[in-house]
């Protein structure tokens, strides 16, 4: 018999115990899919590359006071250090600057005025991070210089909401703050910069538009945003040790403002989502443990059903039945439970990242932007199956075992799984 004759078998079965395959089910689908549920999380956040060319060569400075108890969250640097930096190093190119900053948008007859909250740049920020507009163009030196009008390229968000998608958007000069600001592009979706706007306090975590020319603070002092691209063959050791240098040169030469004050870098890969790995990995490992009870659940369940069946197994094999043809036969009915509530899963997680986006905190970077896409549908699936070949591995019969055996088998694991109800609470809460 072929593998469709076993599909076809298992379905029948199913059809003829309607309610133990419904509460294995819904045992599969909730148990994967509160995993698949935080393995989306995980993956956008963690694992999905930074939507930056060469993301791991682009460095975070950050300006620190050792001689302080408590450091700041946010990672600025002193604007004075920052341009020292940008003339001395030999190690980075060149330093993309940039500082909050909120426009009011100017209404007109088709929509209202609204505040918006993005960043001032300067001309080489775009670079660094080695982007372009999806529409129109960056920044140009020009128009970074102080006096030059505003101009702004917007975030793919902004242009599809208020702009309606229109191309003719680009190069038309809408009012800002009471004066002109033409706009001059438009990101590509799925494109934003900083990620991690804790600081700001902004009510969204999206950036809407990104603004030059960049305003020199009048305070040399003032604190800015600076990201850098390591030069080709440099280390991040090697750069380190360079601000270490410039530092303690700064130090020397302005004894008044930079004796107590060092420039760090880090990979901006870390600083931007490395503060929300362990929470999201502890989360990850708390739904695998939900997973594998509920996993004991279904073999439970298939353990007490297939008691009624050891009767038909054991004709079977009476009449000439092959014993792998019989374990065939299990297994496929293990996986294809398995399948149904992995879509189930799937169903739930596609679901739950309507609603969870929402609610998703703005200190995790790109977590509202998670969703159960192809790759999110494949874990869930493959977890299904993985997870009902574990069932079945642990309900097989082996040939020849009697029911009482079997019987003994379902009790040794019903209290196992018992007696683990605490220790599980006890995980799940901590």
């Excluded at 060149?94 to 007109?108: E, P, R």
Aim: glycine content about 8%.
């Amino acid at each position: 018999m072929s593998i469709l004759s076993d599909i076809r078998l298992a379905f029948r079965l199913f059809r003829r115990t309607p309610v133990p395959t419904g509460i294995a089910l819904l045992s599969i689908a909730v148990s994967v899919g509160a995993t698949a549920v935080v393995f989306t999380a995980v993956k956008s956040v963690l694992i999905d590359p930074l939507p930056y060319a060469h993301a791991d060569k682009l460095v975070q400075l950050r300006s620190e006071f050792p001689n302080m108890q408590e450091q700041a969250h946010g990672d600025w640097a002193v604007w004075n250090d920052a341009r020292e930096l940008d003339r001395r190093t030999r190690t980075l190119e060149s330093i993309g600057a940039f500082t909050n900053a909120v426009f009011d948008l100017g209404g007109d007859s088709n929509a209202t005025p609204e505040a918006l909250y993005g960043v001032r740049m300067n001309a080489n920020l775009f670079p660094v991070l080695g982007v372009s507009p999806m529409l129109g163009r960056n920044i140009v030196p020009e128009e970074d210089q102080r006096g030059h009008p505003d101009v702004m390229i917007l975030s793919y968000g902004l242009w599809v909401r208020r702009f309606n998608s229109d191309r003719s958007a680009v190069g038309r000069t809408v009012t800002v703050n009471g004066h002109g600001c033409v706009v001059i592009g438009v990101m590509p979706p799925g494109f934003n910069f900083p990620l991690r706007r804790e600081a700001a306090h902004t009510p969204s975590p999206y950036v809407e538009f990104w603004a030059a020319p960049f305003i020199v603070p009048a305070n040399p002092n003032a604190a800015t945003g600076a990201v850098a691209r390591l030069r080709p063959g440099v280390s991040l050791a090697e750069a380190r040790q360079d601000l270490s240098s410039i530092s303690e040169d700064l130090a020397r030469e302005f004894p008044a403002t930079n004796r107590d004050r060092i420039l760090r870098l880090n990979l901006l890969r870390d600083r931007t989502v490395g503060v929300a790995a362990n929470g999201l990995l502890l989360l990850l490992a708390a739904a695998v443990l939900f997973m594998l009870i509920g996993c004991a659940n279904v073999a439970i369940l298939l353990l007490a059903q297939g008691l009624a069946r050891q009767r038909d197994i054991n004709i079977r094999l009476a009449i000439g039945a092959a014993p792998m043809r019989v374990v065939r036969q299990l297994l496929t009915e293990s996986c294809l439970l398995a399948a149904l509530g992995g879509l189930g899963a799937y169903g739930l997680t596609l679901a739950a990242w309507k609603i969870l986006p929402a609610l998703a905190p703005v200190s995790i970077p790109r977590l509202a932007t998670s969703r159960a896409d192809s790759a999110i549908f494949e874990f869930a699936l493959a977890l299904a199956i993985v997870n009902g070949i574990l069932v079945w591995n642990r309900t097989r019969t082996p040939a020849g075992e009697k029911p009482d055996g079997r019987m003994r088998r379902i009790r040794l694991a019903g209290r196992c799984i018992w007696k683990a109800r605490p220790h599980a609470f006890i995980a799940g809460g901590g």
